[in-house]
Every structure is written in structure tokens, then in C-alpha cells.
């Protein structure tokens, strides 16, 4: 349900259709500079990469699971059948793996064998609360522009993901899998920013959300036909749209 969110903001994270990827990088790479503390880490391996990876991949895949839940018990009246749902979501569980997977080949994130290189620390929880903040605020921002006539079903979705963001930090109290190997992947703000931009366009993010936003309406969430001619407008006007500080 946060992709579904979160597909609806990057939609409106600019004006016309061809600068929005630019707009995209330009925002991750300024949240990335914003979780940054001033400390320094050393660079991960590649194996270390991996492995951690590997782990917030199925903690985030547990925090689903268990926030899903929320749906039935808040969104009763707006999703008939929260299970048919689910599975619109649960199908594109392959959209961040293959985000994930591009910005890895694109990026040189890791070292082969462990080095003395340090490299700027991010704090991960202060970049997940950063992010659902500016998501919170584009949202805002879009229920400005296009009315707030459906809201329920961007509202659903955020208490989904404010769940899931709450459920990772929980399983990570005792520290992130990176801090505990001691390392971080090289994520330098400007690379970052240009390669969110060409791995957005790689995947078709445009064309994920969509597929996500009618599947929801067959599913039974009729409010969501709302939300699906709103990506399909904003996807093809050429007029600026504000963007949230």
C-alpha cells in the first residue's frame, strides 16, 4: 500500500512529464545530504552488501505482512475485500528488488575485499522519517491541487506505511545490519540522484503505478478509479504542478 503511495507522489514530484525524473533525483539526493550526521564508515564489501540486503528485504516483507492487517480493521467500509487487495500489492513486491538491483549494477556502492576507505554516514531511520515526512507534505500538497475527494484511500495507505516504517525500526533497535558489520554501501548524493533517475525510467515506475491503481479498483477499492485518472492526467499535462519544500 506505501508503494501505491508512494508511486502517487513521484508522479506529482515535478511538472511536466519529461522533468520528473529529474525532480525525483534532485529530492533523493537532497534527503540523502538531510540523513547525513557528519560521522564517518567504513565502505561495505560486497558480500556485506549483500547479506544486508538481503535481511531489510525480509524485514520489510515481515512489517507487511503484519501491517496489512490495518486495512481490514480501519478501511473496512472503503476496501471490500483487503486479501484481493493485498495481492495488487504483493505482485509488485519485484518493483523495489529490480529498483534495488539497477542502482546496484549502476552504482559502485561496495569494495570487493574490506578497506580502510571511509565514507559518509546515513543515518536509516532519519532517512525513512524524512522521507514519509516530504511524502506526507506532496500528498498535502496534492489533495491542494486536485481536491481531497477520496482521501481515504492515500490515507489508508500511509497508516499502512507508517506501520511498516514503525515495524522496521522496531526489528532494528539493536542497530541496523549495516552497523553492526561496521559499514555502509557508497551512496555519493549526486550518482545517487542521476541513478534513482535512470533506474525510475528503467523499471516504468509510470506504468507500475497504474497497473497498482486499476488492480486496486478491480479489487473492489471503486474509490481508487479516482486516483488512476489522476496519474493519468497528471502523467500527460505539460503544466507545471508545485512541488512541497
Same mark, same amino acid.
Given at each position: 500500500?506505501?508503494?501505491?503511495?508512494?508511486?502517487?507522489?513521484?508522479?506529482?514530484?515535478?511538472? =511536466?512529464?519529461?522533468?520528473?525524473?529529474?525532480?525525483?533525483?534532485?529530492?533523493?539526493?537532497?534527503?540523502?545530504?538531510?540523513?547525513?550526521?557528519?560521522?564517518?564508515?567504513?565502505?561495505?564489501?560486497?558480500? =556485506?552488501?549483500?547479506?544486508?540486503?538481503?535481511?531489510?528485504?525480509?524485514?520489510? =516483507?515481515?512489517?507487511?505482512?503484519?501491517?496489512?492487517?490495518?486495512?481490514?480493521? #480501519?478501511?473496512?467500509?472503503?476496501?471490500?475485500?483487503?486479501?484481493?487487495?493485498?495481492?495488487?500489492?504483493?505482485?509488485?513486491?519485484?518493483?523495489?528488488?529490480?529498483?534495488?538491483?539497477?542502482?546496484?549494477?549502476?552504482?559502485?556502492?561496495?569494495?570487493k575485499e574490506k578497506e580502510s576507505k571511509e565514507i559518509?554516514?546515513?543515518?536509516?531511520?532519519?532517512?525513512?522519517?524524512?522521507?514519509?515526512?516530504?511524502?506526507?507534505?506532496?500528498?498535502?500538497?496534492?489533495?491542494e491541487t486536485v481536491g481531497d475527494e477520496g482521501h #481515504?484511500?492515500?490515507?489508508?495507505?500511509?497508516?499502512?506505511?507508517?506501520?511498516?516504517?514503525?515495524?522496521?525500526? =522496531?526489528?532494528?533497535?539493536?542497530?541496523?545490519?549495516?552497523? /553492526?558489520?561496521?559499514?555502509?554501501?557508497?551512496?555519493?548524493?549526486?550518482?545517487?540522484?542521476?541513478?534513482?533517475?535512470?533506474?525510475? /525510467?528503467?523499471?516504468?515506475?509510470?506504468?507500475?503505478? /497504474?497497473?497498482?491503481?486499476?488492480?486496486?479498483?478491480?479489487?473492489?477499492?471503486?474509490?481508487?478509479?479516482?486516483?488512476?485518472?489522476?496519474?493519468?492526467?497528471?502523467?500527460?499535462?505539460?503544466?507545471?504542478?508545485?512541488?512541497?519544500?
Open positions: 500500500m506505501y508503494f501505491y503511495a508512494l508511486c502517487l507522489v513521484l508522479l506529482i514530484l515535478g511538472g =511536466e512529464t519529461a522533468k520528473l525524473p529529474d525532480q525525483i533525483a534532485e529530492q533523493s539526493k537532497t534527503l540523502l545530504e538531510q540523513s547525513q550526521t557528519g560521522k564517518k564508515i567504513r565502505e561495505c564489501t560486497c558480500d =556485506e552488501q549483500g547479506e544486508c540486503i538481503k535481511e531489510m528485504k525480509t524485514q520489510f =516483507e515481515g512489517c507487511f505482512e503484519k501491517c496489512w492487517p490495518v486495512v481490514s480493521k #480501519e478501511g473496512f467500509k472503503l476496501v471490500k475485500n483487503p486479501e484481493k487487495a493485498k495481492e495488487c500489492f504483493n505482485k509488485k513486491r519485484n518493483f523495489v528488488d529490480d529498483m534495488l538491483d539497477c542502482m546496484q549494477k549502476d552504482l559502485n556502492t561496495c569494495v559518509d554516514y546515513v543515518d536509516i531511520g532519519k532517512f525513512l522519517e524524512k522521507g514519509e515526512q516530504k511524502l506526507q507534505k506532496q500528498v498535502d500538497l496534492l489533495f #481515504e484511500v492515500i490515507d489508508i495507505a500511509f497508516k499502512v506505511g507508517h506501520c511498516m516504517r514503525t515495524c522496521f525500526v =522496531e526489528k532494528n533497535s539493536g542497530g541496523y545490519c549495516y552497523d /553492526k558489520k561496521g559499514c555502509q554501501p557508497l551512496l555519493e548524493t549526486e550518482e545517487a540522484g542521476s541513478s534513482v533517475k535512470k533506474c525510475l /525510467k528503467e523499471v516504468g515506475w509510470k506504468n507500475q503505478a /497504474k497497473e497498482v491503481c486499476e488492480c486496486t479498483v478491480n479489487a473492489g477499492v471503486e474509490e481508487a478509479d479516482r486516483w488512476c485518472k489522476v496519474i493519468d492526467t497528471l502523467a500527460s499535462s505539460k503544466n507545471p504542478v508545485p512541488t512541497a519544500d
